[in-house]
């Protein structure tokens, strides 16, 4: 049964503002392993890419849980890769099964989250 959908647009250039401004911005946004990908990133733009994914990522996910950034905080969801390089949340306070779609398109970024529980 569906609990929850989230849906969040995010523009990667005024994340990449926020990471030129600051560069703990993504210390703020990234747990410790997800910010060991990004700094095994050589490319920019990549990098970019990846910070504004799980920004994103995350905010769809507060938004399915009906709380939004605040109650939850960044640190408290994970977004890894799989195998495959498929993009899945590997760490959340949701106890039931979760699934993400992440989609870049020239500076926009969109996110997906579908949380779900058995019936």
Do not use: C
């Not at 990471?19 to 990133?41: M, S």
């Not at 994914?53 to 905010?59: A, D, P, T, Y």
Request: glycine share 10%; no cysteine; aromatic share 8%.
């Amino acid at each position: 049964m569906i609990i929850g959908h989230g849906i969040d647009l995010q523009e990667m250039s005024s994340v990449e503002r926020a990471y030129q401004r600051n560069k703990g911005f993504a210390k703020r946004v990234l747990t410790e392993n997800e910010l060991r990908v990004f700094e095994g990133i050589s490319s920019h733009k990549r990098q970019i890419e990846f910070l504004a994914g799980r920004w994103s990522g995350k905010e769809a996910f507060s938004k399915a849980m009906g709380t939004g950034i605040g109650e939850l905080g960044f640190q408290d969801i994970e977004i890894l890769n799989n195998e495959k390089g498929a993009p899945q949340v590997t760490r959340s306070p949701f106890e039931g099964r979760v699934l993400i779609s992440l989609s870049h398109s020239g500076n926009f970024v969109q996110a997906s989250i579908i949380l779900e529980e058995d019936a």
